[in-house]
Nanobody
């Protein structure tokens, strides 16, 4: 089975930065999409960002555009989420999700990769709290 593990959450002051890591193992495909989602208390889980390994396409929700950056750390076989200029409204449990892709799939992060239904494997979540 595929295992997805995210880490790096914690408490940070408004305007501060935090870096989340996502490690996935058990893939049989070299092509995949990695998505970050977040869920605040009483709210639905929403898409934050997406990275597709095949075409390198990315997606950012408008609420985080210009502040969050998704990237790959090839040496450690991880996907990173760098979060800068954090706001109290960023407080949520953050989830990493993984979806193996057919090598001929393109623009995944422009479609299904933005939705929860686009991912088969999920991590346990890590808490991010932005508060003074």
């Amino acid at each position: 089975q595929v295992h997805v593990v995210e880490s790096g959450g914690g408490l940070v002051q408004p305007g501060g930065s935090l870096r989340l890591s996502c490690a996935a193992s058990g893939f049989t495909s070299d092509y995949y999409a990695i998505g970050w989602f977040r869920q605040a208390p009483g709210k639905e889980r929403e898409g934050v960002t997406c990275l597709s390994s095949g075409d390198g396409s990315t997606y950012y929700a408008d609420s985080v555009k210009g502040r969050f950056t998704i990237s790959r750390d090839n040496a450690k076989n991880m996907v990173l989420l760098q979060m800068n200029s954090l706001k109290p409204e960023d407080t949520a449990v953050y989830y990493c999700a993984a979806q193996p892709l057919h090598p001929q799939v393109y623009y995944y992060c422009s479609g299904y990769g933005r939705s929860r239904s686009g991912y088969e494997w999920w991590g346990q979540g890590t808490q991010v709290t932005v508060s003074s």
